[in-house]
C-alpha cells in the first residue's frame, strides 16, 4: 500500500477519534507542531524513513522531541504508528490530518503564485474562483511571489492545478510552433 494512502488512513483515524474524544483542536494543534517541525528538520525527516534505525529509537527520539509538547492522545498515536512500523509515513501524516481536518471544518486551503503581490480585488476574485470549484465556502489563500512568472498565475487547489500564467502561454506557444512542420523559406 502506498505512504500516501497510508497516511491518509491513520490520519482519518487520528481525525474521528479526536473528535469523538472532544481533543479535535488540540490535536490539530499538536499536528500543526509536528508538521512544522518535519518542515524545519530534514535530519527528522530521514531518521523517520531510514529503515535501518529500529522503532523503538525512533519512538525514543518522537518522545525526546514531542514528550510534553502534545496530548497524550498523539503520544499514543506516535507509539502505535511506530509498532506498526510505518513510522516512514509520519513524514505525510501530519500533512494529511490538515488538510483532512480543513475539510472537515469546510476550509479550503489553495496555493497561488503570481508574478506580483496580489491586490485586493485580484484575492477576491481567486477566493471566489476556489469557492466555486471547490463548493466550501471558507477559503485560505497562500501567496507566493514568483517573477519567472512574468504575469498571470498559478493556482493549486488540492490535486488539481490552474496555470494562466505569461511563462505557460510562451511555452505552449514554442511547442506549437515546433510541431509546426511548415518552415518559410527566406
Known amino acids: 500500500?502506498?505512504?500516501l494512502r497510508v497516511a491518509s488512513r491513520y490520519a482519518k483515524s487520528l481525525l474521528d477519534?479526536?473528535?469523538?474524544?472532544g481533543e479535535l483542536e488540540q490535536v490539530k494543534q499538536d499536528m500543526d507542531l509536528f508538521s512544522k517541525t518535519l518542515g524545519e528538520n530534514r535530519d527528522l525527516r530521514l531518521l523517520l524513513r531510514n529503515p535501518i534505525v529500529k522503532h523503538d529509537k525512533k519512538l525514543a527520539i518522537l518522545r525526546a522531541i514531542f514528550g510534553g509538547k502534545v496530548t497524550a492522545m498523539t503520544e499514543k498515536f506516535f507509539s502505535i504508528v511506530t509498532q506498526h512500523?510505518?513510522?516512514?509515513?509520519l513524514v505525510f501524516i501530519g500533512d494529511e490530518f490538515l488538510k483532512q481536518y480543513n475539510l472537515k471544518q469546510g476550509m479550503q486551503v489553495a496555493q497561488v503564485t503570481t508574478a506580483a503581490p496580489l491586490d485586493s480585488p485580484t484575492r477576491l476574485q481567486l477566493v471566489q474562483l476556489v469557492r466555486e470549484q471547490t463548493g466550501l465556502p471558507k477559503v485560505t489563500l497562500q501567496e507566493k511571489v514568483d517573477e519567472a512568472l512574468i504575469g498571470g498565475f498559478v493556482l493549486r487547489i488540492g490535486d488539481q492545478l490552474i496555470d494562466d500564467s505569461v511563462s505557460y502561454r510562451l511555452r505552449k506557444l514554442r511547442?506549437?510552433?515546433?510541431k509546426n512542420p511548415y518552415q518559410p523559406q527566406l
Not at 477519534?17 to 474524544?21: F, G, N, S, T
Not at 512500523?85 to 509515513?89: I, L, P, T, V, Y
Open 17 to 21: 477519534l479526536a473528535q469523538e474524544r
Open 175 to 178: 511547442t506549437e510552433f515546433s
Open 85 to 89: 512500523n510505518r513510522e516512514s509515513s
Open 1 to 3: 500500500m502506498s505512504e
